[in-house]
C-alpha cells in the first residue's frame, strides 16, 4: 500500500519561514518523481514545487520560485519543501503526491497517482 503522510504545517506571520515533510512509504513504486500542491479555500487545487527520481531536476511555480525550495533524501524516504518568506497567499492546504518518473508532466496534478492527507498552512498578514 502506497502512503504519503505530510508533516509541518502551521500558523505563522508574514515572512516567516515553514518547512514541510512527506514521508514515503517502501510500498511507492519506483523510480517515482514527487510533487508539492496545494488547494486553498474555494480554489483549484494548483502545482507549487517538483523534484525528480535522481534529485537533479526541480521545478517551481512562478510564484514562489527564489522562496521555496523541494529536496529528496537519497534513501528517497522523505520529501522536504522548505518554505521561506512566506506570504498570506501562501495560505492553503499543501499536499505531498507521487508519479512515475517519465522526465515530464512535473506539474500536472492529472499525472499524480499517490496523494497524502494534507497539511494546513496558514499565513497570517
Known amino acids: 500500500q502506497v502512503q504519503l503522510v505530510e508533516s509541518g504545517g502551521g500558523l505563522v506571520q508574514a515572512g516567516d519561514s515553514l518547512r514541510l515533510s512527506c514521508a514515503v512509504s517502501?510500498?511507492?513504486?519506483?523510480?517515482?518523481?514527487m510533487g508539492w500542491f496545494r488547494q486553498a479555500p474555494g480554489a483549484e487545487r494548483e502545482f507549487v514545487a517538483a523534484i525528480s527520481w535522481s534529485g537533479r531536476t526541480t521545478v517551481y511555480v512562478d510564484s514562489v520560485k527564489g522562496r521555496f525550495t523541494i529536496s529528496r533524501n537519497n534513501a528517497k524516504t522523505t520529501v522536504l519543501l522548505q518554505m521561506n518568506s512566506l506570504k498570506p497567499e501562501d495560505t492553503a492546504v499543501y499536499y505531498c503526491a507521487a508519479k512515475p518518473e517519465t522526465g515530464a508532466d512535473y506539474g500536472s496534478v492529472r499525472k499524480y497517482d499517490y496523494w497524502g492527507q494534507g497539511t494546513q498552512v496558514t499565513v497570517s498578514s
Open positions: 517502501r510500498g511507492t513504486f519506483s523510480p517515482n518523481a
